[in-house]
C-alpha cells in the first residue's frame, strides 16, 4: 500500500492531460489517505445535504478552513457535495454552505438540485453537475452548460456516448462560466446503485428514509426470497440480485481517457482509508501509464489483484463496453482478498527513533505480520514487523493486554488504531 511520488515532469505533462483522479473522503483518515494515493482532486461532504449522509462520518463547516489549506499545500482541488434533494426547509442551510465554501475558497460544489445550481452560479461559487441529474445528450450538456464547467455524466452510458458527447461540446463549442470547454466527468471505480443514476426510492418506500436525501438503508444488498400467489416460496441462489459487483475500468482505462473524459472519479466515501488510498494510486499510476504509452495488461493485472485485496463486491466493467444488463454481487459485503483485525493502539511514536509504542487490546501479533496503521492526521500506514520487543526484550509476539515497540519506515501519531492486515481464510 505504496504512496505514489510522480516526478515534477510528469505531473505537469499529466495535467495537461487534464486526466484528474478524483478521490473521495469521508472521514479525514481518508482524506489524507487519498492525499497519500495522489489524488488530483477530493470530493466530501459536510452536514447532512449529500449522498452520503448516513453512511460516512461526513465534515462539518468547521472543517473547511483545515481542508481548504491542506488543499492549498498539496496543491489539490476540493469539491463539495451539495447533491440531495432540497425542500424549503433545507434552504437556509444550503446558503450558508454556499456561503463557506466561498469564504474558505473550495474549489466548487456538486449539486443536481436547481436550487444549489442557482444559489452557487450567482454567488460566483463554481458548479460541477452531480449525476443524479442524469445528463445522457449533449442538449442537456448545453442547457447545464449555462451554470457549471464540469458534468457527471449519467451512469448508464456506453464509451461510445461518453466520446460522442465530448465530441459535441467541441463541435459546439460549448463552454462555462468559466468561458472554457465544458469538462466531463465519469465514474472509474467504486459501488453501484441499481437505480438510475442513483436515483433510487426504495429505502424511502421500505424505511421511510429517502436515497435521495442521503438516508439510504442500502436494503438492495440483502438476499431476497420471493413467494407466489399460492405461498410457494423460493430462495434467491447464488446472486444479490438487486446488489451490483463493483465498477472497475482499471483493465481498459485507456479506452475511457480515448473517450475524452476529463476527470475520473473514485466511488466511496462510506468506504475505508485504506480503500481510499489503494483505489486513488492504483488509478493515479495507470493514467500515468496512459499518458506515458506504458500501459500494459501486465500492470493492469497487478493493479487490479491490489483492487480486490480492499473493499469491493466483485468488478464488473458497468454499461462502458456495451452492456445491457448488470451483474450481480455473489456475497452480502465485501469480497476483499484481504482483511484488517483491530489489534490496538498506538501510545506513543518516537519519531528520532522510529518506533511505534503500541497497547494491545485483542489477539496478537507476530514477526513478520502486516499491521495498518489509520488515523485522522496519519492517513493509512502499512507496516511489516521486523523487529518486535516486548517489555525491552525481542520477542516472537505480542499478545492482548501487553505494550510492544516496533520499528517504523513512516511516521504515525499518538492514538492511531492499529489493525492485523492479512489475507482472508
Known amino acids: 500500500m505504496r504512496s505514489i511520488a510522480a516526478n515534477h515532469q510528469q505531473e505537469q505533462e499529466y495535467k495537461i492531460r487534464h486526466a484528474e483522479i478524483m478521490a473521495p473522503a469521508g472521514s479525514w483518515a481518508s482524506f489524507r489517505a487519498a492525499l497519500q494515493g495522489g489524488a488530483d482532486s477530493i470530493y466530501f461532504g459536510i452536514e447532512h445535504l449529500n449522498m452520503r449522509a448516513r453512511a460516512s462520518n461526513n465534515f462539518t463547516m468547521e472543517d473547511l478552513p483545515e481542508i481548504s489549506a491542506l488543499a492549498q499545500e498539496h496543491r489539490i482541488k476540493t469539491y463539495l457535495t451539495l447533491n440531495t434533494v432540497l425542500y424549503d426547509h433545507d434552504l437556509p442551510l444550503m446558503r450558508k454552505i454556499i456561503d463557506a465554501v466561498k469564504e474558505h475558497g473550495i474549489t466548487a460544489i456538486i449539486a443536481s438540485d436547481q436550487a444549489a445550481i442557482s444559489s452557487a452560479f450567482k454567488q460566483g461559487v463554481e458548479v460541477h453537475i452531480s449525476t443524479q441529474a442524469n445528463i445522457s445528450n449533449i442538449e442537456m450538456v448545453e442547457f447545464y452548460s449555462h451554470f457549471a464547467d464540469v458534468m457527471v455524466l449519467a451512469r448508464e452510458l456506453s464509451l461510445g456516448q461518453v466520446k460522442k458527447i ?16 465544458v469538462q466531463i466527468e465519469v465514474f472509474a471505480h467504486g459501488a453501484l446503485c441499481m437505480a438510475v443514476s442513483g436515483k433510487c426510492y426504495l429505502s424511502l418506500h421500505t424505511y421511510n428514509a429517502s436515497a435521495n436525501r442521503g438516508a439510504c438503508m442500502q436494503n438492495c444488498r440483502h438476499a431476497y426470497k420471493v413467494e407466489n400467489d399460492e405461498g410457494i416460496e423460493l430462495e434467491i441462489e447464488n446472486e ?3 446488489s451490483p459487483k463493483d465498477l472497475c475500468t482499471i483493465d481498459f482505462l485507456d479506452q475511457v481517457l480515448d473517450s475524452g ?13 485504506e480503500y481510499v488510498q489503494t483505489a486513488t494510486r492504483c ?27 480492499v473493499y469491493n463486491r466483485g468488478f464488473w466493467d458497468c454499461y462502458y463496453l456495451g452492456r445491457k444488463l448488470g451483474e450481480w454481487s455473489p456475497v452480502y459485503g465485501s469480497a476483499a482478498k484481504k482483511e484488517k483485525m483491530f489489534v490496538g493502539k498506538v501510545i506513543h511514536y518516537y519519531p528520532k527513533a522510529k518506533v511505534a509504542h503500541i497497547q494491545m487490546k485483542a489477539r496478537e501479533i507476530s514477526e513478520e505480520d502486516t499491521l495498518l496503521l489509520i488515523g485522522d492526521r496519519t492517513g493509512v ?45
Open 166 to 181: 465530448v465530441e459535441g461540446i467541441k463541435d459546439r463549442n460549448i463552454t462555462g462560466p468559466s468561458g472554457e470547454l
Open 283 to 309: 488509478y493515479k499510476e495507470a493514467a500515468l501509464s496512459v499518458a506515458y504509452g506504458t500501459y500494459t495488461p501486465e500492470k493492469t493485472l497487478q493493479w487490479k489483484n491490489e483492487l480486490e485485496q
Open 261 to 273: 473524459a476529463a476527470v475520473l472519479k473514485i466511488e466511496g466515501r462510506g468506504r475505508s482509508p
Open 381 to 425: 500506514v502499512e507496516q511489516q514487523i521486523q523487529t518486535l520487543w516486548v517489555d525491552d526484550k525481542p520477542s516472537q509476539k505480542a499478545v492482548k493486554g501487553e505494550e510492544c515497540t516496533i520499528k517504523m519506515d513512516q511516521p504515525v501519531r499518538d492514538g492511531d488504531n492499529v489493525y492485523l492486515w492479512k489475507d482472508r481464510a
Open 240 to 242: 444479490y440480485i438487486m
